[in-house]
């Protein structure tokens, strides 16, 4: 069976094909692109222009990865679009073209958690078999694991994303957004090498990161260097805190938090796998460390590259075919997005 | 399908057993629990008849050292600080035996009984459901005394920070004590006598002929209990654990915050316990005063954690 998937719940606009061969085999991606929504430092991006560029690349992106995934249309079984979570307007717009293709191609619609997506296409690549997830992206940061036929929240963020977090840091700090802030962020912390004092807030299962951002924002004021040296920030040596230091404190510090929060998850749960997923789960330090971790509980971890950690098309498509397998569709009248869609609304039918 | 990146490599284990400082280099131990951030050991303290719980927090080769140092020896001191208070102030918790924050250990009372997720399990096993569970049902009471017990240990101005059904016990054996006990905390409950205080511990010890302890049964009872045995479980004293995330606080803000977290420990671990979980609340309002407006701030971080905007 072969699925389309659209995504476009934030700044990026994923269309993939992906097929399903047969129950004991492993899917196949047929075509995986996406195209991303450029800001200059600085700045970030609005729900309506973010919607905008969707819009102007959404027809095209189809057309290439039906073509690069070289299918008819009569093989694609159903066109799957994310439902939420996620910024209306770019959801909306994406869904929109999810409907049209529908009643075009006269295809069932499944619409899709975009958390769900993200966990089912890390399984599917890495093949962890039942692990505790960590889904850390520009607007979420989840600590799941599965039980019951649901996707359980054993721990979160208690303010902002984690992404969202390094994005916003990226931005005082004015690092370019291209490829992905956080990316920028986790080059440059590889310069640095004084660490400095940021706040550390855990709560259990959960953390919290807007004391971080206040932190930095005071630091990111202190090294400008516009300021007369005797006001520079220093280190303990009288050396002078740079940036790469900040991008390398931060780093430290909240993927500590993160590998701290999932490692009491596994305590609490009795698991050793762990699978990370979401855009954050592409940095390779946050990868090393939680390898660390589960090395010391004799467990592994389990991640993907950016290809399938950021948000695409792919994963969509994949998690939407399972479900469209157990048998259900979204009707043309219910195809609608949702901004808040929380990874435990979904009946996971397709596992044990 | 493309290849997965199986990360940096992850390094082989090489250590899973920990040398542990002294003095327990040579100590008989038995690893009960490998939780987050310390190991946990059965093994004897003082007397080879004093059984107790030797927790150590090896240092987390994943945190920068400078981190990870500053966040060890914090917790571990305000851990013991907060346990200490806790005895003093009448809340039930183990007794602090010893302690060396430089090297990361601390040796706690043994408790003996189970975690209240493991009791929990244990009446799921035994033919107990969340669902529709009848008025009479002794799980209630157990749910009551969980709300106390927060509501106690908040009342003195500590919150616990990691909140979740393996950080509860429930007490059993000879010195347990029997039957429920309604209502709110009383002056004779609180005023009760200490149990093991670690002189009388060390007394017990010395003057006791009492067998060797090291055959004890594993924590979580594994065989599934009959029902009679399963109610019996469900009966003890509530012990509290685990204060390694604990801060000395009196706001709302904090108190719900742990309420928020053991509400979703308690859902993600005991899914179908949503009306159960109910009566941990509502005991909890009326155990003290402060309470009923915890449980009002409690509405809004559930709203913030659960239903937070995409865009933070
Ligand atoms: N190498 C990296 N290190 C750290 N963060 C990274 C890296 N690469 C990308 N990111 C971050 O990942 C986030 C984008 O991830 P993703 O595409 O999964 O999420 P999103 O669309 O913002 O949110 P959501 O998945 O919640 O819809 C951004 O915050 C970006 O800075
Ligand atoms: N005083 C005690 N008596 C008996 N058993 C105990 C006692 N303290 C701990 N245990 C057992 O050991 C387990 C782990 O202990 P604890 O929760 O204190 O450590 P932890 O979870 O590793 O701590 P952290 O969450 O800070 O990493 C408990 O769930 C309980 O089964
Ligand atoms: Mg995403
Ligand atoms: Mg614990």
Redesign the interface.
Known sequence: MIALGLEGSANKIGIGLISHPSANEPPIVLSNLRHTYPTPPGEGFLPKDTAIHHRAWVVRLIKQAVRQAGVKIEDIDCICYTKGPGMGAPLQSVALAARTLSLLWGKPLVGVNHCVGHIEMGRAITHASNPVVLYVSGGNTQVIAYSAQRYRIFGETLDIAIGNCIDRFARTLMIPNDPFPGYNVEQLAKKGKNLVDMPYAVKGMDASFSGILAAADLLAAQIDENLPLEKRLKTEDGELVTKADLCFSLQETIYAMLVEITERAMAHVGSTQVLVVGGVGSNKRLQQMMGLMARDRRGSVFATDERFCIDNGIMIAHAGLLEFKTGVTTKLEDSTCTQRFRTDEVFVGWRD | ??T???????????H?IHILPAPFTHSPLTLL?????ALVYRTVFLTPHTPCVLKYRPP?????P??DKR?TKARLLAEARVLVKCRKDGVTVPAVLGLDAENGWMVLEWVEGGSVRGVLDGWVAGGGRFEGVEAGNGVWGLMRRIGRAVGRVHDIGVCH????T?NLMVRTGASAVRGESEGPQTQTQMQRPKRLTPSALREAAMTSDAPPVFELPPEEPPPPPSKAQSTSDLEGDIVLIDFG?ATQTVQDEDRA??L??LE??F???H?GAEALFQEVLRSYGESYKGGRSVLRKLED?RL?????????
């Open positions: 399908m493309a997965a990146t199986d990360t940096p490599a992850t390094p082989p284990p090489q899973t629990a490998q939780g987050a951030e987390k080769p994943y945190r920068h400078i981190l966040l920070g990691d909140l979740t393996s995330l915050v742990d928020y977290v979703r420990a859902a993600a671990t899914p971080v913030r954690g659960r239903k937070r905007s995409m865009l933070g």
